[in-house]
């Protein structure tokens, strides 16, 4: 059992940076496999980005690899989705997700953890 909360959301011109968090309640947050998901209006919710317990393996989207690096801290049960180079497509509600694991995987029907989202909105 693991509660998270996404952090970091916010308005951005094109071009620019976010770095969202997403912190559990626990203190074996390195258990869990973490990945950032998004969803725009109208859209179906999209995988993003996906990191191992140990920091080790990662997976990316086709669409932000290259601007978007996830990592984590295990000290401060956080994740964390640092996203460079912004772009108006990018504009979502991020969510964090969270699955004992150990696969790293984009599916989203393998994630049983979830927070409630933060905005990101991206202007041209």
């Known amino acids: 059992q693991v509660q998270l909360v996404e952090s970091g959301g916010g308005l951005v011109q094109a071009g620019g940076s976010l770095r969202l968090s997403c912190a559990a309640s626990?203190?074996?947050?390195?258990?869990?496999?973490t990945g950032w998901f998004r969803q725009a209006p109208g859209k179906e919710r999209e995988f993003v980005a996906a990191?191992?317990?140990?920091?080790?393996?990662?997976h990316y989207a086709d669409s932000v690899k290259g601007r978007f690096t996830i990592s984590r801290d295990s000290a401060k049960n956080t994740v964390y989705l640092q996203m460079n180079s912004l772009k108006p497509e990018d504009t979502a509600v991020y969510y964090c997700?969270?699955?004992?694991?150990?696969?790293?995987?984009?599916?989203?029907?393998?994630?049983?953890?979830w927070g409630q989202g933060t905005q990101v909105t991206v202007s041209s």
């Open positions: 990191i191992s317990r140990n920091g080790g393996s990662t």
């Open positions: 626990g203190r074996t947050f390195s258990r869990y496999v």
């Open positions: 997700a969270a699955r004992l694991g150990p696969a790293v995987v984009p599916r989203e029907d393998e994630y049983d953890y």
